[in-house]
Nanobody
Framework: QVQLVESGGGLVQAGGSLRLSCAAS????????MGWFRQVQGKEREFVAR???????YYADSVKGRFTISRDNAKATVYLQMNSLRPEDTAVYYC?????????????????WGQGTQVTVSS
């Protein structure tokens, strides 16, 4: 069983920055593929970024160049640095763990999810 706890959300003005953190339990964190997703009420949860165990990263086109995913295996934590935020980035952000190495952007391929943290970007 893996538990994920996000933190770092909040209210920020357009153009500002936030850093989200996701602390994971589990002794094999370094082997997990970690992802960030976001969801606006009434819409599907969408892929934002993922970080493979090898360190390779992938991003949705909408955040490429503005967001950076990183991980600290010693702390079993994954981060999402969000810069140049826009009102359309407003959503609940979730971290997720893929423990089977699927390396995907589909929500169905992630086994564990955090509770989510709200990010609101004002114009």
């Amino acid at each position: 069983q893996v538990q994920l706890v996000e933190s770092g959300g909040g209210l920020v003005q357009a153009g500002g920055s936030l850093r989200l953190s996701c602390a994971a339990s589990g002794r094999t964190f370094s082997r997990y593929i970690m992802g960030w997703f976001r969801q606006v009420q009434g819409k599907e949860r969408e892929f934002v970024a993922r970080n493979n165990w090898s360190g390779r990263t992938y991003y949705a086109d909408s955040v490429k160049g503005r967001f950076t995913i990183s991980r600290d295996n010693a702390k079993a934590t994954v981060y999402l640095q969000m810069n140049s935020l826009r009102p359309e980035d407003t959503a609940v952000y979730y971290c997720a763990a893929d423990t089977m190495g699927r390396s995907s952007w589909y929500t169905r391929d992630y086994d564990y999810w955090g509770q989510g943290t709200q990010v609101t970007v004002s114009s």
